[in-house]
């Protein structure tokens, strides 16, 4: 297997708005400021173990702004246990999603929600962040540790980001032996999109079928400067994908790309 590395080193930097920006402290002010603040703010979280019992719940252009990985960390309480009830979801179908297995739920139609700068942990949830028809969404500068399926899952996003992040053991671990699996990533039909300066690790004896992006439907989506060392690396498998560039990125584990009526293999290096 040929192997491509580019060494990248990113700095996240942290900056705060200070119009429309609520501090908060603790669970409650958590949960109050997202889901019921106003449309555009950006809701800062101290440094802190915030354990949250249902998911959060943002608005419109919110901000939700933590103070760095392993710093602020949102991870789910004890008594929210999902587990693999529900899984696998339906690839292309985002009715079948279990919304309340995620940390962090979008919901539909929930457009320029920025998240950065926190860990976000949940072992027996579906998942860290869910969202449907959420365009320029922007994901950078977290750490996603140990989710069962996928740590970011978002269905009909243009324009969005995601970017300077770390996935562990962050999807595609729970009990499914065949059919759609789980992970990191998992983006279906999404537009205009760019994916890079991201690592995705697997710590040794957790489980083989975890996955770095997927995607269903990609146009025009950039997957580069990542660190994908994990098993099955990257797979966009069907529905006709157009414009998906890969490139200055280290894959450690298979990449399953289909050849558009029998078409020659992309060479190492190149775009399709």
């Known amino acids: 297997m040929s192997r491509l590395l580019i060494m990248v080193t990113v700095a996240c930097v942290f900056a705060q708005d200070m119009f429309a920006q609520t501090q908060v402290s603790s669970v409650a002010q958590l949960v109050d400021a997202v889901n019921n603040g106003s449309i555009g703010d950006t809701v800062v979280i101290a440094p802190g173990t915030y354990e949250l019992t249902s998911p959060l719940q943002p608005r419109e252009g919110m901000t939700l702004l933590g103070t760095g990985g392993g710093v602020t960390i949102v991870r789910n309480a004890p008594s929210w246990s999902v587990g693999n009830a529900g899984l696998p979801d339906n690839a292309t179908d985002h009715t079948s999603v279990d919304r309340n297995a995620y940390l962090i739920d979008l919901g539909d139609n929930t457009p320029g929600v920025t998240i950065s700068g926190m860990t976000l942990s949940g072992p027996t949830l579906h998942g860290a962040i869910y969202g449907n028809n959420c365009d320029n969404i922007t994901i950078t500068c977290n750490t996603f540790d140990g989710f069962l399926w996928s740590a970011v899952r978002l269905f009909r996003v243009n324009d969005g980001v995601i970017a300077e992040n770390e996935f562990v053991d962050a999807g595609g671990r729970a009990a499914v032996t ?95």
Request: no cysteine.
């Open 178 to 272: 065949s059919g759609v699996t789980g992970g990191a990533i998992f983006v279906t039909f999404t537009n205009d999109t760019d994916i890079h300066n991201n690592r995705f690790t697997r710590t040794p004896g957790s489980p083989s079928n975890f996955f770095g992006v997927k995607g269903r439907k990609a146009t025009n989506v950039r997957i580069f400067e990542n660190t994908i060392n994990v098993s099955f690396s990257i797979e966009f498998p069907f529905e006709n994908d157009f414009g998906v560039h890969i490139y200055n990125t280290y894959i450690d584990g298979v990449v399953s790309i289909p050849k558009f009526a029998g078409g020659p293999q992309v060479a190492l290096g190149e775009s399709y």
